[in-house]
């Protein structure tokens, strides 16, 4: 494991962002670095924890209308509670356009699952190798696009 500095506040970031665990995934550490990492980039942060069924996490972006959704996953069943998830979560109207990442472990046998997870739904995926650089430049898109304008339209 590698640890990255943290870069400076993002310029007017002031992003709300919901961070979470999938349903089967009981790690909670990697949830905690990323509330620590996103609060220290200038966002908020609300953290649902670990263990999450879809429909909290559904219900809890209806309600909160966050600016980014970010999907932790460790335990290997990312690709496939993620795609599950996505379903359930595209399918509300109020939740299609909200950019909505997943990184970690995505799968237990290895290889990339991005494709998949992309055709899911999500706007990144963040593979456990490719470090923080990233999801930081991912970041930094959403900080500096107007508010209200979908992903990808600013």
Not at 124 to 139: C, I, K, N, Y
Request: proline share 6%.
């Amino acid at each position: 494991m590698t640890i990255e500095a943290v870069q400076p506040t993002l310029p007017d970031a002031g992003l709300d962002v919901i961070v979470t665990g999938l349903s089967s995934d009981a790690h909670t550490w990697n949830l905690v670095y990323l509330e620590l990492l996103l609060e220290e980039l200038g966002c908020r942060v609300t953290n649902l924890g670990a263990c999450v069924p879809d429909v909290t996490i559904v219900r809890e972006c209806v309600t909160r209308r966050p600016d980014l959704l970010v999907i932790s996953s460790l335990n290997g069943h990312g690709r496939q509670d993620g795609v599950r998830l996505m379903e359930a979560f595209r399918a509300r109207p109020e939740l299609v356009t909200t950019p909505v990442v997943i990184g970690g472990k995505l799968d237990v046998t290895g290889g990339s699952n991005a494709a998949r997870l992309l055709e899911a739904g999500f706007d990144a995926v963040f593979e456990d190798s490719a470090g923080l650089t990233p999801f930081r430049t991912f970041l930094r898109t959403l900080s500096v696009r107007a508010p209200g304008v979908p992903l990808g339209a600013g």
